[in-house]
């Protein structure tokens, strides 16, 4: 079986953003880029499965500008056999998202398709179940335990009322949650190595020339209200005398 | 004229207050109608929903094996019934972020995910960057799908509506993907989602035992319990008390906190409670930068002292 492991490059998740100042976007200028975190529990996963001898190839694909080589390289430098970037210079929305992943699920033919939850820079938490539906295939989301059971996934989620679980027969869409795993760190052997490991890649057009549905247009960033300033104080009896003029304790 | 489809939430027994949250904002929208569709057998939970003022009609759809639950069997019914409408909203619950994109791409459209602020029907605001940037984003779309961020609205409260309830069975059950359980955390304590006050731990805390000191604290002001991540990957609660960008999003009237130090992911969390108490023993932790009340001290000593003086 073939893994097929959906990676997103975006800001760290250390990086403190800021809003431009003219309201245009997020100051993203030599800030440090990484592979979405869910996403790399995502490779982690595949990687652990084929460790297993339950797959036997982990592919990444990430769509992104030409800079996204540098995370399906650190993909590769976890594990990962080879990777496919689908190249756009502008930023693709989850329904193009979904629609181009669906194309390369046509050439690869995964039995598996894992990728993280949302990414942490428009939390979106979108393209999963857009291309479980378009694949016409079950989706697990919010994965916190996978296991191979009766030739499907029984896939522990994390939901509001604590963990469901769910059955779903392969192939399927997992989205991974926090808790899956603790991905493993890079060596800088397998830097070396993940360098001349195949690294595919397709120009967007050419790949998905006619992609369904219209972008949400975005007029305006601003920085959140902040909190205002609160005070300190220095003892619990005056802690207590605050909530207590508050109305909040009794 | 705007005309608006809602996806109700439940656990077979109660109607979520998430609904009424969406209720709210849909409202806001000042469209010509609200419809309500629910998935279950149990009409009494329909009737629960045609009691708030404003909703015009309830679809109840009754489903068999559990799967009221699961996002690809309920989906296309309701993308289908969302065709006669403008907007089709759900909340941003787990169950809402599991079947509304769903219900978007069958309808061709991008989801509006988190709407916090509304400011016409087709323009809205929404966090990124777990809250450190909020957009204004505009669609006209045929059908505007979109997740309500809960903790951005208060609960529609109304009484005296008398909706219709229609009654039909779910025709879209997807075989590929059964129930097999829902494993939560029976607790009497308040739910950590509707709360007017909640108490957390973080990884200050420092063990599994050591909660114990505070669910007392909860318990003695009538608090849910909430914590942080590194508290729930540790292992000293479950995952259902995971409070932030990734956990639950909440708006409790007090906050309360003891040994968490105020990650970004975090705070994303609990920017709309009303008053927010930090009690860290380094007084540069990054959570008295947003805390309204701050108290540097052991959480060991002075959760006893509160304890014996509240
Ligand atoms: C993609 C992503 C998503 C995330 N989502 C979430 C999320 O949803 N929710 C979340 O909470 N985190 C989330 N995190 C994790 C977040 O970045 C922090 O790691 C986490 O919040 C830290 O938890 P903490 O404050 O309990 O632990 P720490 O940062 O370790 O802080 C412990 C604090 O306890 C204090 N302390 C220790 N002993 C005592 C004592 N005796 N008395 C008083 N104070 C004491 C210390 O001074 C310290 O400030 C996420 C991270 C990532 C990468």
């Not at chain 1, 084929?50 to 190839?57: S, T, V």
């Not at chain 1, 690869?108 to 949302?118: A, D, N």
């Not at chain 1, 989706?139 to 769910?166: H, P, W």
């Not at chain 2, 809205?124 to 961020?149: E, L, S």
Request: some cysteine; hydrophobic content about 40%; overall charge negative.
């Amino acid at each position: 079986m073939k893994i097929l492991v959906a990676i997103k490059r975006v800001v760290d998740y250390n990086v403190r953003v800021q809003v431009k100042p003219d309201g245009s976007g997020v100051a993203t200028d030599g800030v440090k880029m990484s592979i979405n975190p869910f996403d790399e529990i995502a490779i982690e996963e595949a990687l652990r499965i084929k460790e297993q001898g339950k797959a036997d190839e982990v592919v990444v694909v990430t769509i992104g500008t030409n800079d996204s080589q540098q995370q399906l390289r650190t993909a590769m430098a976890m594990g990962a056999d080879r990777a496919i970037l689908v190249e756009s210079d502008v930023a693709v929305q989850p329904l193009q998202a979904a629609q181009v992943l669906l194309k390369v699920i046509e050439q690869e033919s995964p039995g598996l398709v894992i990728t993280g939850k949302q990414a942490i820079d428009d939390d979106n938490n979108q393209t999963p179940q857009m291309l479980a539906t378009l694949w016409n295939r079950p989706q697990a989301t919010f994965a916190s335990k996978i296991e191979f059971v009766d030739g499907g996934l029984q896939v522990t989620r994390e939901v509001d009322a604590g963990l469901e679980t769910i059955q779903v027969e392969l192939p399927a869409v997992v989205s991974t949650d926090l808790r899956l795993n603790e991905p493993r760190f890079v060596k800088l052997p397998d830097i070396m190595k993940a360098k001349r490991k195949p690294l595919d890649v397709k120009a967007i057009g050419e790949l998905a020339p006619d992609l369904q549905g219209k972008a949400i247009e975005v007029t305006q960033h601003e920085a959140p209200q902040p909190r205002q300033k609160g005070i300190m104080v220095e003892t619990v009896d005056e802690l207590i005398e605050i909530l207590k003029d508050k109305g909040l304790v009794s | 004229m705007s005309k608006v489809l809602i996806l109700a939430e439940h656990n077979g027994n109660a109607i979520n207050q998430s609904t009424a949250k969406v209720l709210a904002a849909a409202k806001q929208l000042n469209p010509e109608a609200i419809d309500v569709m629910l998935f279950t057998g149990n009409t009494g939970l329909a009737t629960q929903i045609a009691g708030h003022e404003g909703v015009n009609q309830v679809f109840c759809v009754a489903c068999e094996d559990n799967h009221d639950q699961l996002a690809a069997s309920i989906a296309p019914t309701l993308a289908d019934k969302g065709k006669e409408y403008t907007h089709v909203w759900g909340p941003s619950t787990t169950f809402g972020k599991d079947v509304m994109p769903r219900v978007a791409a069958l309808l061709g459209v991008n989801q509006v995910s988190d709407v916090m602020e509304i400011i016409d029907a087709h323009t809205f605001k929404r966090p990124i960057y777990a809250g450190n940037a909020i957009i204004t984003v505009n669609t006209d779309t045929a059908q505007i799908v979109a997740t309500v961020r809960t903790a951005s609205f208060s609960a529609d409260k109304t009484t005296g509506g008398s909706a219709s309830v229609e009654e039909s069975t779910l025709n879209t059950a997807a075989n590929h993907t059964s129930f097999v359980k829902l494993s939560s955390g029976d607790s009497d304590r308040p739910d950590l989602q509707t709360a007017d006050k909640v108490i957390s731990g973080g990884r200050g805390v420092g063990s599994e035992e050591n909660f114990a000191i505070v669910y007392q604290l909860a318990d003695k002001i009538g608090a849910a319990t909430g914590a942080s991540r590194a508290a729930v990957d540790a292992g000293y609660v479950p995952n259902d008390m995971q409070v932030g960008q990734t956990g639950k999003i909440i708006a409790p009237d007090l906050y309360m906190c003891f040994g968490i130090s105020g990650a970004i992911q975090h705070l994303t969390g609990i920017k709309d409670a009303g008053t927010i108490v930090a009690i860290n023993k380094d007084g540069d932790a990054p959570i008295f930068e947003v805390a309204d009340v701050g108290l540097v001290g052991d959480l060991f000593k002075i959760i006893p002292e509160m304890m014996e003086k509240l």
